[in-house]
């Protein structure tokens, strides 16, 4: 029902008004006749492949639909030839490219002369970010148009509209369903028309078999047998990856428990890997917490170990547990900022050599060399504290750990405070007993 359904104009079109309402940029391209061609980026069940339809048939030109999945070079060379024989008889060729993203670097580039010649249009559509995915060259001669999940009442319109139909959906059952029905499945499918059009048909066949001769009407319990499990739109190697872990790192950073718990919770149902989650929740701690609570990574840690140890669905629980303090745990990248600022340093100032006084004289030969000379026994120190220069000479007064006012950091700060008061040359001191190695 979903291919039947499918809008044949753009009044029929439902969504991405900001690219085809009258006076919207795409719209106008295609009234002119002047789309060249485009990449159309966005979730599945969106309209990608039906607007590309649609262009053809308002700028009456042929329309060849590929599959990454299915189409290799050899069938690419064909239709570009085909496509540049019928130009020279005045038909012009849209090559529509479903999920173009899937296409290697070669089967890419094979449509780029063919581009430049005019030879064909070429409409890609693709889930992924195309910045990544699609060759530069290719790119750089298509228009990027994003399209936006359809909102629920979208999908509701779209529903009403298929139960009504009885040329292409589902008029001629002649089913009933409540708006609060149509509205569960809308929201059950997260923006994807598709699924929506797949679930009703599902649930609309249940209903006759239930009814039996009497009216059949679509309920909440025959939408939940057919949903069987909500459809959410995920793909574990792809960018809605990416964008759930950083909702979930930001919400945590930015002390949000409800947040940290919803986007979790949208990982967790959706199939990722729960040892993936439980590394990210780790690396929060170190980076976003660090001194400003020591116990956090010892949590998530522990939360790692559950989930490993017991799986899942149970191990979701000790990662939520995990999120939830994390959340609530006063926040330092005092620690992150001072590794990032070694690591600066290693790779910008030159290597230079262990101070004398830090190394080890194992041998008479390396005492004699100057080894350890000078070197300051700390346990043998008032207040445990050697005015003992530990840096090399070219990072003498550098400070990388600047601990903040948040948590146990703010003992930690006054803790350094002391320890440079201790080390100041005036400061009084009982003189050094003796002085060992370590």
């Given at each position: 029902?979903?291919?039947?359904?499918?809008?044949?104009?753009?009044?029929?079109?439902?969504?991405?008004?900001?690219?085809?309402?009258?006076?919207?940029?795409?719209?106008?391209?295609?009234?002119?006749?002047?789309?060249?061609?485009?990449i159309f980026w966005g979730p599945p069940g969106t309209g990608k492949t039906t607007l590309a339809k649609i262009i053809a048939k308002m700028t009456k030109a042929e329309f060849i639909e590929f599959s990454a999945v299915l189409?290799?070079?050899?069938?690419?060379?064909?239709?570009?030839?085909?496509?540049?024989?019928?130009?020279?008889?005045?038909?012009?060729?849209?090559?529509?490219?479903?999920?173009?993203?899937?296409?290697?670097?070669?089967?890419?580039?094979?449509?780029?002369?063919?581009?430049?010649?005019?030879?064909?249009?070429?409409?890609?559509?693709?889930?992924?970010?195309?910045?990544?995915?699609?060759?530069?060259?290719?790119?750089?001669?298509?228009?990027?148009?994003?399209?936006?999940?359809?909102?629920?009442?979208?999908?509701?319109?779209?529903?009403?509209?298929?139960?009504?139909?009885?040329?292409?959906?589902?008029?001629?059952?002649?089913?009933?369903?409540?708006?609060?029905?149509?509205?569960?499945?809308?929201?059950?499918?997260?923006?994807?028309?598709?699924?929506?059009?797949?679930?009703?048909?599902?649930?609309?066949?249940?209903?006759?078999?239930?009814?039996?001769?009497?009216?059949?009407?679509?309920?909440?319990?025959?939408?939940?047998?057919?949903?069987?499990?909500?459809?959410?739109?995920?793909?574990?190697?792809?960018?809605?990856?990416?964008?759930?872990?950083?909702?979930?790192?930001?919400?945590?950073?930015?002390?949000?428990?409800?947040?940290?718990?919803?986007?979790?919770?949208?990982?967790?149902?959706?199939?990722?890997?729960?040892?993936y989650v439980a590394r990210r929740v780790v690396r929060m701690a170190v980076e976003d917490i660090g001194l400003a609570d020591p116990n956090a990574l010892a949590l998530c840690m522990a939360a790692r170990d559950a989930v490993?140890?017991?799986?899942?669905?149970?191990?979701?629980?000790?990662?939520?547990?995990?999120?939830?303090?994390?959340?609530?745990?006063?926040?330092?990248?005092?620690?992150?900022?001072?590794?990032?600022?070694?690591?600066?340093?290693?790779?910008?100032?030159?290597?230079?050599?262990?101070?004398?006084?830090?190394?080890?004289?194992?041998?008479?030969?390396?005492?004699?060399?100057?080894?350890?000379?000078?070197?300051?026994?700390?346990?043998?120190?008032?207040?445990?504290?050697?005015?003992?220069?530990?840096?090399p000479d070219n990072l003498r007064d550098r400070v990388y750990y600047q601990p903040t006012n948040e948590g146990i950091e703010k003992r930690i700060r006054e803790r350094l405070e002391e320890i440079k008061r201790l080390r100041?040359?005036?400061?009084?001191?009982?003189?050094?007993?003796?002085?060992?190695?370590?």
């Open positions: 029902m979903a291919d039947r359904m499918r809008p044949r104009t753009l009044e029929e079109y439902v969504g991405q008004e900001h690219l085809i309402d009258p006076g919207k940029p795409l719209r106008t391209q295609i009234e002119r006749d002047d789309t060249g061609s485009l189409a290799g070079i050899k069938e690419i060379k064909q239709v570009m030839s085909d496509a540049e024989r019928a130009r020279q008889y005045g038909t012009r060729t849209i090559v529509f490219i479903d999920e173009i993203h899937r296409f290697n670097k070669a089967q890419q580039d094979a449509f780029l002369p063919h581009v430049e010649k005019g030879n064909i249009r070429l409409i890609g559509a693709t889930t992924e970010n195309p910045s990544f995915e699609i060759n530069s060259a290719l790119l750089s001669r298509c228009r990027v148009y994003v399209l936006k999940p359809l909102t629920e009442d979208q999908i509701v319109e779209l529903l009403k509209r298929a139960l009504t139909d009885s040329d292409r959906g589902l008029g001629s059952m002649k089913v009933r369903a409540s708006a609060d029905v149509l509205k569960k499945i809308a929201s059950y499918t997260s923006g994807d028309a598709r699924s929506a059009y797949n679930v009703l048909e599902v649930a609309a066949a249940l209903a006759q078999e239930k009814a039996g001769k009497k009216p059949a009407e679509i309920t909440d319990e025959i939408v939940h047998d057919a949903l069987q499990k909500r459809v959410l739109l995920y793909d574990k190697t792809g960018e809605e990856h990416y964008n759930l872990i950083s909702a979930l790192h930001k919400s945590v950073r930015n002390s949000d428990p409800d947040a940290a718990l919803y986007w979790l919770g949208r990982m967790l149902e959706a199939g990722e890997d729960p040892l490993d140890f017991i799986g899942m669905p149970e191990g979701n629980l000790a990662l939520a547990q995990a999120v939830v303090y994390l959340s609530v745990a006063p926040k330092s990248n005092a620690l992150y900022t001072a590794y990032g600022d070694v690591q600066q340093d290693v790779e910008q100032t030159a290597a230079e050599a262990v101070p004398l006084h830090l190394r080890n004289a194992p041998t008479g030969l390396m005492k004699g060399l100057g080894y350890g000379k000078g070197y300051e026994y700390a346990h043998e120190v008032e207040g445990k504290v050697a005015n003992m220069q530990c840096l100041s040359p005036t400061s009084e001191k009982a003189p050094s007993r003796s002085k060992k190695e370590s």
